[in-house]
């Protein structure tokens, strides 16, 4: 004989007879219920997890993962720090760089972000380099005072390469009619495109030396230190570390600080979202209770026959357990193999709806990113599946528990 007992007698039961269709229904779309939740939440999840790299990609590629600047005054032995600093293990690179707060004229006009580069390290901090489209940053070159525009900076100044840009810094100089903010004319050599709005329509590049012109700083004295690290999640920690061993008073900000509202808002989305989602996977838990307190009462002689048999509350109560889960198990497996096959598959999926239907899901002229990132992680197909496996057993125990407690006297007067 089948053992064991209860198993045994689940998986009977899990195959309905002729009457009993409507059961059969119930059972079927309660699968199909979970098998969809748990598709729909590792496909929506795996596509906002793309978005957050996407977005974290295109925006650090400007930024960078820490800044140490000085308070007190300029930093001057910048060349011995950046090659102290880049003996740690825990930073990959580091650049010099001055940065001021500037209004540009030309054609139009703009206030932007003026950041002064050594171009050569600039390179290895940021993705400047490989997001020009026009030019080329090495272009920058000390005392001829080019210039290098993000993209929507460069379309409100109405400016292309070879044309003048006017830069004015909020800093005043004495001349013999009083006081006047400084200036200097930059020609454009070339123009970046990150992909991010905030970077392409409010950053201007020069070479440091010619920002230090412009600002009347002293010669090799800069704002401080740009760091780009082996782990995002320690920037903080690692810049405010190489501070303390530095001579003098400095500020540290990370990422975090400079972004951080942008990333805490993508993951508080991503979970008002599967607390949403989740929702479908508990719809289908709710109609595994309603099917097995169905096939309770259809089976109330069976019990009552078991219990007079000799069958425990126990293996009554497991029966009803078993039945209920491998509804869950099931349903769990093709959500996973389907959300698992979608998010795989997103980026051939749309295009594919999007030609069928004749739309355009993200227009290039309204979005930066065109394409539906996927980023599929296995923790969180981990965590979903284990998710679903406990709502649909928790769905169990009370028809199991009422099953149980069957009174055969009762369940057999009227057979």
Same mark, same amino acid.
Request: glycine residues 8%; without cysteine; charged residues 20%.
């Given at each position: 004989?089948?053992?064991?007992?209860?198993?045994?007698?689940?998986?009977?039961?899990?195959?309905?007879?002729k009457q009993?269709?409507?059961?059969?229904?119930?059972?079927?779309?309660?699968?199909?219920g979970?098998?969809?939740?748990?598709?729909?939440? !590792?496909?929506?999840?795996?596509?906002?997890?793309?978005?957050?790299k996407e977005?974290?990609a295109?925006?650090?590629?400007? !930024?960078?993962?820490?800044?140490?600047q000085?308070?007190e005054?300029?930093? +001057?032995?910048?060349?011995?720090?950046? *090659?102290?600093? *880049?003996?740690?293990? =825990?930073?990959?690179?580091?650049a010099?760089?001055i940065?001021?707060?500037?209004?540009l004229?030309?054609?139009?006009s703009s206030a932007?972000?003026v950041?002064?580069?050594?171009?050569?390290?600039?390179?290895?901090?940021s993705?400047v =380099?490989?997001?020009m489209?026009s030019?080329?940053?090495? +272009?920058?070159?000390s005392?001829e005072?080019?210039? &290098?525009l993000? !993209?929507?900076?460069a379309?409100r100044?109405r400016?292309?390469?070879?044309?003048?840009?006017? &830069?004015? %810094?909020?800093r005043?100089?004495?001349s013999?009619f009083?006081?006047?903010?400084?200036m200097?004319?930059?020609? @454009?050599?070339?123009?970046?495109?990150f992909?991010e709005h905030e970077?392409?329509s409010?950053?201007?590049m020069?070479?440091?030396?010619? %920002?230090?012109?412009l600002?009347?700083?002293?010669a090799?004295? &800069?704002?401080?230190?740009?760091?780009?690290?082996e782990?995002l999640?320690?920037?903080?920690?690692?810049a405010?570390?190489?501070?303390?061993?530095?001579?003098g008073a400095?500020?540290?900000? =990370?990422?975090?600080?400079e972004?951080?509202?942008?990333?805490?808002a993508v993951?508080t989305?991503?979970?008002v979202m599967?607390?949403?989602l989740?929702?479908?996977?508990?719809?289908?838990?709710?109609?595994?209770?309603?099917m097995?307190v169905m096939? &309770?009462t259809?089976k109330?002689?069976?019990?009552?026959?078991?219990?007079?048999?000799?069958?425990?509350?126990?293996?009554?109560?497991r029966?009803?357990? @078993?039945?209920g889960?491998?509804i869950?198990i099931?349903?769990t497996?093709?959500?996973?193999?389907?959300?698992?096959?979608?998010?795989?598959?997103?980026?051939t999926?749309?295009?594919?709806?999007?030609?069928?239907?004749?739309f355009?899901l993200?227009p290039s002229?309204?979005?930066?990113?065109?394409?539906?990132?996927?980023?599929l992680?296995?923790?969180?197909?981990?965590?979903f599946?284990?998710m679903? #496996?406990?709502?649909?057993?928790?769905s169990? #125990?009370?028809?199991?528990?009422?099953?149980?407690?069957?009174?055969? %006297?009762? %369940?057999?007067?009227?057979?």
């Open positions: 004989m089948y053992k064991p007992l209860s198993a045994f007698i689940g998986l009977r039961y899990l195959g309905a007879k009993n269709h409507f059961i059969s229904f119930i059972s079927l779309t309660s699968m199909l979970i098998a969809l939740g748990v598709t729909t939440l !590792i496909t929506v999840i795996s596509v906002m997890n793309g978005f957050e977005l974290r295109r925006i650090l590629g400007a !930024i960078s993962h820490a800044t140490i000085p308070l005054r300029p930093l +001057d032995e910048w060349r011995e720090v950046i *090659n102290d600093v *880049n003996t740690r293990d =825990d930073v990959v690179a580091s010099p760089y940065e001021v707060g500037a209004w004229q030309s054609n139009g932007a972000l950041r002064g580069v050594v171009p050569e390290f600039e390179a290895t901090v993705d =380099d490989t997001s489209v030019g080329e940053l090495a +272009d920058l070159r005392g005072f080019g210039i &290098v993000g !993209i929507g900076l379309v100044l400016v292309g390469p070879g044309d003048k840009v006017t &830069v004015i %810094a909020p005043l100089k004495a013999p009083g006081a006047s903010p400084l200097k004319r930059f020609t @454009v050599v070339g123009m970046f495109e992909g970077n392409d409010g950053l201007a020069v070479h440091i030396e010619d %920002a230090a012109r600002l009347r700083m002293p090799e004295s &800069v704002s401080g230190i740009r760091l780009k690290l782990d999640d320690t920037a903080w920690l690692v405010r570390d190489i501070s303390d061993q530095l001579e400095y500020r540290v900000r =990370d990422w975090s600080q972004r951080g509202n942008l990333f805490q993951r989305e991503k979970t599967w607390v949403i989740s929702l479908i996977i508990a719809v289908a838990a709710f109609n595994i209770i309603s097995l096939v &309770v259809d109330q002689a069976d019990i009552a026959i078991l219990k007079t048999m000799g069958a425990h509350a126990g293996t009554i109560m029966v009803f357990v @078993v039945q889960s491998l869950g099931i349903g497996a093709l959500g996973v193999v389907g959300g698992i096959l979608l998010a795989q598959n997103i980026a999926v749309v295009p594919f709806l999007e030609r069928i239907f004749g355009a993200f002229d309204i979005y930066y990113i065109t394409e539906l990132p996927s980023d992680r296995q923790a969180d197909v981990v965590g599946a284990i679903s #496996l406990v709502m649909s057993l928790l169990t #125990l009370y028809p199991a528990w009422r099953a149980s407690r069957t009174d055969p %006297a009762e %369940a057999l007067r009227y057979e």
